[in-house]
DNA sequence: CAAGATTGAACTTTCAATCTTC
DNA sequence: GAAGATTGAAAGTTCAATCTTG
């Protein structure tokens, strides 16, 4: 496929849309299955599950602005993400003392115990599905590929508490 | 697999755990602004577009069972989503004669011609995000990479209408 | 009973409007 | 007025139950 002729910026395109359909089919097999799994096993889901991840990082808590730009939420989605942990007593709410617009989230020790237990079983089997036919190199590779795609990278993390 | 040593197999899993999460952010920056920019230019959803895109490739129409296996969707998902582009003129329902539990989503003339205007902008669109960063060459690798994830390759397709 | 399709209820997320505080 | 947060309405999906036809 050398893209040298006339025809180049035509390949280019057709070239493009294939990964982009690729990465739309990639993302809802892998997603759906986890999900699935993530639910059944531990009554997260994916986004509950990344955000008890990132809270767990941080000893203070975090501003929900914050958390919406690490979760690639919007604000209202945020609110409402951390309604159900608060519910569930996954994650309480501490107010600031110098700005009283900002509410901090912080993990509760009933949160931190959860994600303890579910990441035992979701790191297992995010490792089996996308172990399941690359290898490491082939992981990093397509990794590294992905982080170029712009807002994908914003010096994101790894996914185990601690 | 090469799950050996001790430490072979947790750097595998963080490995793999580091791909998943970007494909969730790749997936995630991808989709919200391609999809904003269908919306807005021709109210279409990226769903909505996929669809017609699979019906653009049948003459005869698709049974719904087969368009929920092409774009990922459930029976339900394929119903509701059929549903708006019959509202909107876009798809017709053809009975099939020979059993009468199936019908067909047939594409009218009007989902041809929206379709074919949407594709213009719509690959244009593919094509800036995804080759902002990447090459022909690393596109491709992509594209090859992910195929290789459980489920998404079906020996799917491509992009364009005719 | 199985397969295709639909429907009601629920979930997750967004957008736009709003409230409070800076 | 701008920033942080919340809320009502709506979109898009899923699941489980149901209906119809085979």
Redesign the pocket.
Known sequence: MAATSPTAALTDVSTAIDAFVRLLRAN?AVT?RL??QL?ADHG?????YEALLVLSRSEEGM??????DD??????????????LERDGLVA?RQ?D????????VLTETGRDRLRRASESHTRQIGELMGAALDGEQLAQLAGLLDRIPGVDPTSASCTPE
Chains 1, 2 share one sequence.
């Open positions: 809802a759906r999900s699935t639910t997260l889901s994916l986004s509950a501003r929900r602005v914050d958390l919406a979760l690639l939420l919007t604000a209202g989605g945020v609110t409402r993400l951390l309604d159900g709410r600031c110098t700005d009283r617009r900002v509410s901090y989230a």
